[in-house]
T-cell receptor, first 116, second 105 residues
Framework: NAGVTQTPKFRILKIGQSMTLQCTQD?????MYWYRQDPGMGLKLIYY???????DKGEVPNGYNVSRSTTEDFPLRLELAAPSQTSVYFC???????????????FGPGTRLTVT | TQLLEQSPQFLSIQEGENLTVYCNSS?????LQWYRQEPGEGPVLLVT?????EVKKLKRLTFQFGDARKDSSLHITAAQPGDTGLYLC?????FGKGTSLLVTP
């Protein structure tokens, strides 16, 4: 199993451009997540999904959109990129917490995005 | 959002030393996860602690969950350069800011 894969690894965008960060998992996890990580700030949840067709906002959703048409894929869309969106973006997946009561997440390798 | 405070923020030690890092909150946890993130990579789950007072060991790493389930610690014995990384604690989808550990030969 490849686990969670993300593309691209690196990207430079100009202010106002748009792009989609791709995320795929092959572990048949229902739950998927997008985080951003800024230096010294930990991981902040952008959006999450509990299954195909269901998405919800996290702590920092502004400027982003997501869709979940399949169990495997959870792309993150940036519209009108701004310098404040310069960050490292991580996709993650997990089983439902309903069985255990907790989340154990598997992370992708990240996408390093610079907006100039 | 439940605030998770991690300390210290940075730690630089020499190979062979022991160290302890902490994760604290004013709220009770039903469970807590510890992750390690190596430079340029995504976080990797190390352990989940669930029961107050629980101790789990993973080779040279010892994880403890406080009796009141408001705090947790990670102790590394005889640190090695391969232990270098950012150690994050998490409760559900909330992460602490992490402890950045550097182990030099």
């Amino acid at each position: 199993n490849a686990g969670v894969t993300q593309t691209p690894k690196f990207r430079i965008l100009k202010i106002g451009q748009s792009m989609t960060l791709q995320c795929t998992q092959d572990m048949n996890h229902n739950y998927m997540y997008w985080y951003r990580q800024d230096p010294g700030m930990g991981l902040k949840l952008i959006y999450y999904s509990v299954g195909a067709g269901i998405t919800d906002k996290g702590e920092v959703p502004n400027g982003y959109n997501v869709s979940r048409s399949t169990t495997e894929d959870f792309p993150l869309r940036l519209e009108l990129a701004a310098p404040s969106q310069t960050s490292v973006y991580f996709c993650a997946s997990s089983l439902s917490p309903r069985g255990t009561g907790y989340y154990e997440q598997y992370f992708g390798p990240g996408t390093r995005l610079t907006v100039t | 959002t439940q605030l998770l405070e991690q300390s210290p923020q940075f730690l630089s030690i020499q190979e062979g030393e022991n160290l302890t890092v902490y994760c604290n909150s004013s709220s009770v946890f039903s469970s807590l996860q510890w992750y390690r993130q190596e430079p340029g990579e995504g976080p990797v789950l190390l352990v989940t602690v669930v029961t107050g007072g629980e101790v789990k060991k993973l080779k040279r790493l010892t994880f403890q969950f406080g009796d009141a389930r408001k705090d947790s610690s990670l102790h590394i014995t005889a640190a090695q350069p391969g232990d270098t990384g950012l150690y994050l604690c998490a409760r559900a989808l909330n992460f602490g800011k992490g402890t950045s550990l550097l182990v030099t030969p």
